[in-house]
């Protein structure tokens, strides 16, 4: 089974989201924070997190690229109580056993999303406020093949 990492190529997440995620933490896409917004609230850190933030699941940062990795059951079910607590301490959920089912959907459909791609593989999720709601889109920048001329350093003998 397969999730997604956060992942830092420089420090601009630390600078764009009021609260960014920590390297390497579990992350699902978390539009479900958003479901009440309206335009008006689309300004500075909350519009960077709208446009184009994973939620880590362990922090509640934000992150702009998340890197796919294999999970173990084990770790899910650790996710699953962590989600379904914010759940009820963020979102109202009267208590974890309501919370569980919701949790572990959306850590599914983030499982769901890493499926048809190769570990390693770069995801970027981008939303827009419609009249019907939140739209998100991903994209997936795959890992490049690594040639192993581009790192042996071969000498005259």
Wanted: hydrophobic residues 45%; glycine residues 8%; contains cysteine.
């Amino acid at each position: 089974m397969r999730l997604a990492r956060a992942v830092h190529l420089d420090e601009s997440d630390t600078l764009v989201f009021a609260q960014p995620a920590q390297t390497g933490e579990w992350c699902i896409p978390g539009g479900f924070a958003f479901a009440n917004w309206t335009e008006d609230r689309l300004t500075g850190k909350d519009k960077q997190a709208f446009s184009n933030g994973w939620l880590g699941v362990e922090t509640f940062g934000r992150v702009s690229l998340v890197v796919i990795a294999r999970i173990e059951e084990a770790e899910m079910e650790r996710l699953t109580e962590n989600l379904a607590g914010h759940f009820v301490a963020v979102y109202g959920a009267p208590d974890l056993a309501t919370a569980r089912p919701a949790a572990r959907e959306q850590l599914m459909d983030m499982v769901d999303l890493c499926a048809d791609h190769d570990d390693n593989t770069l995801l970027a999720v981008s939303r827009e406020m419609t009249e019907a709601g939140v739209r998100e889109a991903f994209r997936s920048i795959p890992a490049p093949e690594a040639n192993l001329s581009q790192f042996a350093v071969h000498g005259d003998e």
